[in-house]
């Protein structure tokens, strides 16, 4: 069977700080040697409670906006109920103008734990409703002026911000989550879906129920506005590739296989894996590289060199 790979993108996803020291220039140098290598993003996960040392997404896409020039940048994903959407409207459309139209929010619920709701002002009981009000309230900002709502979690009277976001059809809001309500949502109020560790099977199966269930509620998606985040790492042996990814791994699934939601091993392996997702319906990637600190930039350097061609030359 001949794939076509025309509108597949390859992104780099950052869990954490990968880097073997804290010093800031090596994101810089990372996100440098990613633009060069034609990797097509970089997505930023969000933890605003955590004593794991996370930046906040908004803040470090800001800083890749000022040190290039195509390399496009999102969030995987952003926790929408723990922040107020007209403060966020503003920030993407800032990031959007400032970078020429290259800010992708995908969003989610947040976290599990409590305490992170309670820290940021809000609850976890309604965050449901909150991000789905969110959405609405962000598009409504991004497309006019004087917008006033009334929702049950928001208020707005007259309200305008500027400047506006430059892609023509707005900042597209893609969604995560791979359960009922989040296919559901999706289909409902997103402009895309991008999963965290799912399996092909589970992607093929999916991709067709938010089609089908989009046209039911009047959204629009577009064919290619599907994608999954898939962590690697590169060995000569899948064995070896599995001890250097033991302690960063973070698939939450017993489930499953690990192979069949991880590339472990020689990069023909992550191949297989990527064309068994875009046989699926797939078309956009944000794979993370599970390593110890001293590989991150090798691992990067082998994406772009083993794999990245294979999918951007068209």
Partial sequence: MTINYDKVRIGMALSGWP??????????????????????????????????FTLEPVVAMSFIAAITK???FGTSVI??????????AKEIATLDYLSNGRALP????????????????????????????????MRLLWSGNNVSYE???????????????????????????????????????????LVSYATAEEVSMS???????????????????????????FADSRKEAEQLAY???????EDVDLKDVTAFGPPDILIELLDNFIEAGATKFTLRSACPAEMTFDQMRLLGKDIVPRYHSG
């Avoid at 440098?32 to 097509?40: A, G, Q, R, V």
């Avoid at 067709?208 to 790492?233: M, Q, V, W």
């Avoid at 302690?247 to 699934?253: A, E, F, Q, S, T």
């Fill in 247 to 253: 302690k960063y791994n973070i698939v939450r699934r």
């Fill in 151 to 193: 929702g049950n979690h928001f208020t707005l009277n007259n309200i305008s911000i500027e400047p506006k976001p430059v892609q023509k059809n707005l900042p597209p809001i893609w969604f995560g989550g791979r359960s009922e309500p989040a296919l559901n949502r999706t289909a409902k109020i997103g402009d895309g879906w």
């Fill in 79 to 88: 926790g929408l109920p723990l922040r107020n959407p007209t403060v966020l």
């Fill in 106 to 137: 995908a969003v989610g619920l947040g976290p599990e734990t409590e305490n992170d709701y309670e820290a940021c002002g809000t609850d976890k009981k309604s965050r449901v409703g909150r991000t789905e009000e969110a959405v609405e309230i």
């Fill in 19 to 52: 880097f073997p020291s804290n010093d800031p220039a090596q994101l810089g140098a990372y996100v440098s040697e990613l633009e060069n290598l034609d990797i097509d993003s970089l997505w930023f996960t969000d933890r605003i409670v955590s004593e794991t």
């Fill in 70 to 72: 195509k390399l496009k």
């Fill in 207 to 233: 991709i067709p129920k938010i089609k089908t269930r989009a046209l039911d509620f009047g959204n629009h998606i577009e064919e290619d506005h599907y994608g999954a985040l898939i962590s690697f790492c």
